[in-house]
């Protein structure tokens, strides 16, 4: 029950305690919301619990657990209580995270510079040189400004006095500023109230002085900067966090493929051509960034750009090889740095930690192992912590070991028994839980120094007693709330007043794999569509007493095998486990051509421009994937997943026309379900047309049906389906939108336009085949035998069948592929 949560939160002796003081009381800064937990309602908590986890569902947020089951679709773990820290507290923090990046701002520079730690003794040559995080072929480069570590986070500790420790730093691409964003998003809703009277500090300042630093520092030559964020795709497993701040700091998403380097200028694929990139935002590592002079079999990277850095032609945040600074192994030396560079001690110490590469250090590590936790000295070693009380009998000793042989390897560190907070049972116990917290805090590199975000990304450890918090492990997360004295003042990432640089900022910059997915994408979705349709048809005449046996049904099948819906043996033997075969072609993922592998794709395509879609767009796509992740066993269930998966299909549609802005992404998305629609079609209409005279006509109802057409016929014509009117309402008619007619001309027109923006000729493919629509003769369709006439137009069918691959292509080589010299379109015969 609410009422008794806090009495019931046990507090731990040996451990710090976030919300409660040693008496068992709340902290003062946790009195406000600890009231209002007494207060809440039976089921109030289990209600807003409730609403966290479908705001992440909703949302789509996720996080990549390697080896999970569940894959780049696992949910990120989020605790809807909220961490609570004290104006007071916090101001101490920043000053200290701000100081810690200033002093590795200036040991990188100084690494990557003259070397005077290496010469004067405070840093071990080994310890440099000897781990692959130093990069030789940054030697001497100097960034725009003086700065290395635009971005910098450090993973904090509190021990059981209260003092904080800095357990990591993370210098090359610190991750969970996103995430800490999407809590604050989520969590803030789900207390909507507390968040208010509480006065949190926003976050919003901090992500503006990253946009406008990227801005101020980068290399422009006077041109209007352009600053894009580069990841490593969607299978990093933070790739939701990449595209989330891609789409909140308005900068472009971007993989190694969409960059180009040229006279060492490096420049951006897009539609419209090649366009600079001034400033690179990086989530990609440093040993992938380049493969002609760091790694060389990365595939992730953009040849030759190190040498655009090098001439100072492009900022790169952070700059490469700042990962050296990620070693434990520093720890140990930063503060006599800090004095020799700054002049000033640390405000806040690292957690101590001995580098066993020095002998004296390895002794005190082997005669103290009980109370010390032994790490890798270096982040490529990928080895998890050993907690030095848990090592018993053969595992001491291979420990012991390991330590002897190879010293440098290995760093020891003071075992700290870190702070616990309460979490929210996530087994629907109602009660709170005490599990082992620490802060990751994030600062960013400003003209006027560096500044801390007010807030923080919380971690916690999954179970009770589990010492190592990581969420690659399992870990949940919080939101941190920061008080203030008085009510806060709200920022936006927004400018006040826009001037003209910005609004040619404001220019369509879509890189050329954005345009090719939203092609993509348009294509799947309307493939979804039409295959579900076609199945509709066939799973309700199966299930239908005469269904099966009518002889127009072999037509149906041969339709669906023409559209890759179904295997080409079922048109060989239709009666063989045709249920089984059509069950198979909506739920087998497996099954080319099957609804679920369709959407698949679609999500797929969806998941490489995902910073370009609404949230409702977005959260039509999750339901629309989790409509066949349950197989079903009758007909009854596939026919309702399949009337779910075209409300789907028609909600994104929608979104497409009312959500999108109209720019040269939404004219390739378009474009892809116009050019897959008139494939379809054409697929279809050739069927009936191919068949002999005295089944074609049987074979209208379903037609109709499956071209989402039979309502307007009715409407229209009010009779039984027959040749000519069945011909000109799915072919000839432009004003009904599954006309093939229909399609040509809207390709036609977007096209036109396309061309003319992008700075391409407008294809005769398109012209050429409206012609042949317009030239065709109905009267021939007239007389009751029309075999000849149906032949000529079936043969007409498949001409812009092959039109539309044939423009796919052509699209593809003149906007996606970036040759030397566009390609012009072929001519239909």
Not at 335 to 341: C, D, N, Q, V
Not at 458 to 477: H, W, Y
Request: hydrophobic letters at 45%; aromatic letters at 8%; a negative charge.
């Amino acid at each position: 029950m609410p009422s008794g949560l806090i009495d019931a939160y046990p507090p731990s002796p040996d451990r710090y305690d976030e919300m409660l003081a040693a008496d068992g009381r709340p902290r003062a800064h946790w009195q406000g919301f600890a009231d209002r937990l007494h207060h809440f309602p039976d089921d109030n908590l289990a209600r807003r619990a409730d609403f966290v986890r479908d705001a992440i569902e909703a949302d789509g947020v996720t996080y990549n657990v390697y080896a999970d089951p569940k894959g780049t679709k696992r949910p990120w773990e989020l605790d809807m209580l909220p961490l609570m820290v004290s104006a007071d507290e916090w101001a101490q923090i920043s000053a200290a995270i701000a100081q810690r990046a200033r002093l590795l701002n200036a040991v990188l520079g100084n690494l990557y510079g003259d070397q005077s730690l290496l010469a004067e003794g405070l840093l071990p040559p080994a310890l440099v040189f000897g781990q692959h995080g130093y990069k030789w072929p940054c030697r001497g480069v100097q960034p725009p400004g003086g700065v290395w570590l635009h971005n910098y986070a450090a993973d904090l500790a509190r021990s059981p006095d209260g003092r904080w420790w800095v357990i990591a730093d993370r210098t090359q691409g610190p991750s969970g500023a996103g995430y800490a964003l999407q809590n604050r998003l989520i969590v803030s809703r789900a207390f909507p109230d507390a968040f208010r009277d509480m006065h949190v500090q926003p976050l919003a300042g901090f992500f503006r002085a990253l946009q406008d630093s990227l801005g101020r520092l980068a290399p422009t030559d006077g041109e209007a900067p352009l600053t894009v964020l580069l990841t490593p795709g969607q299978y990093n497993e933070t790739y939701f966090e990449h595209a989330f701040l891609a789409r909140y700091l308005g900068f472009p998403l971007v993989e190694g493929q969409d960059l180009t380097v040229r006279d060492d200028t490096v420049y951006l694929k897009t539609l419209r051509g090649l366009r600079r990139v001034h400033a690179i935002l990086r989530r990609l590592d440093d040993d992938f960034c380049d493969p002609l002079e760091l790694r060389a079999d990365s595939a992730l990277g953009i040849p030759g750009l190190l040498g655009a850095i090098r001439a100072g032609r492009v900022l790169m945040a952070n700059a490469l090889g700042s990962g050296v600074l990620e070693s434990g192994a520093l720890f140990g030396f930063l503060p006599a740095i800090s004095e020799r560079l700054l002049g000033e001690p640390l405000a806040m110490p690292s957690v101590a930690t001995w580098w066993c590469g020095e002998p004296p250090a390895l002794e005190y590590a082997l005669e103290h192992l009980d109370d010390l936790v032994i790490k890798p000295a270096f982040a490529s070693m990928h080895m998890e912590a050993m907690f030095g009380h848990q090592l018993r009998g053969e595992a001491r000793r291979n420990m012991i070991a390991r330590l002897q042989a190879q010293p440098h390897a290995y760093v020891a560190q003071e075992w700290v028994r870190l702070a616990q907070a309460p979490v929210w049972s996530r087994y629907r116990e109602q009660r709170l839980m005490p599990r082992s917290v620490g802060l990751r805090v994030f600062a960013t590199a400003t003209p006027e120094g560096y500044v801390v975000m007010p807030g923080a990304l919380a971690r916690v450890a999954p179970r009770a007693g589990m010492e190592v918090i990581s969420m690659q492990r399992g870990g949940l997360s919080k939101d941190t709330w920061i008080k203030a004295e008085e009510p806060v003042v709200h920022t936006s990432l927004l400018k006040k007043r826009l001037g003209v640089i910005d609004l040619v900022c404001a220019a369509s910059d879509i890189p050329s794999r954005v345009g090719e997915n939203l092609f993509w994408m348009g294509r799947y979705a309307e493939r979804c569509e039409a295959s579900s349709r076609i199945l509709r048809a066939a799973l309700a005449r199966v299930s239908s007493s005469e269904g099966g046996r009518d002889p127009s049904f072999r037509g149906l099948l041969t339709a669906a095998c023409h559209a890759g819906v179904l295997p080409v043996e079922t048109i060989e033997d239709p009666d063989e486990d045709i249920e089984e075969r059509l069950l198979a072609a909506v739920f087998d993922p497996e099954q080319a051509g099957s609804v679920a592998a369709n959407l698949r794709a679609l999500a797929f395509a969806a998941s490489q421009v995902r910073e370009r879609m609404s949230s409702d767009n977005w959260h039509a796509l999750n339901r629309l994937e989790q409509v066949l992740q349950t197989p079903a066993a009758t007909i009854d269930q596939a026919l309702a997943a399949l009337d779910r998966v075209m409300l789907s299909c028609i909600s994104l549609a929608g979104f497409a026309m009312d959500d999108m802005t109209r720019d040269e992404g939404w004219r390739f998305l378009i474009l892809g379900r116009h050019a897959e629609r008139m494939v379809g079609l054409s697929t279809l209409i050739s069927v009936p047309l191919d068949a002999p005279a005295e089944t074609r006509e049987r074979m209208f109802d379903w037609l109709l049906e499956t071209a989402n057409s039979i309502v307007t016929y009715r409407a229209r014509y009010r009779r039984a389906p027959e040749t000519l009117p069945v011909a000109h309402l799915l072919v000839f008619d432009t004003s009904n939108p599954h006309s093939v007619a229909f399609q040509v001309e809207t390709l036609r027109h977007d096209l036109e336009r396309t061309a003319s923006e992008l700075g391409h000729p407008c294809p005769p493919l398109l012209d050429e085949l409206s012609s042949q629509l317009r030239r065709f003769d109905l009267t021939t369709l007239e007389a009751e035998h029309c075999d000849g006439a149906c032949g000529h137009l079936g043969r007409l069918l498949m001409q812009i069948q092959q039109g539309a691959h044939t423009l796919s292509d052509e699209l593809h080589r003149r906007f996606f592929t970036h040759t030397v010299r566009p390609v012009a379109l072929r001519r239909v015969a």
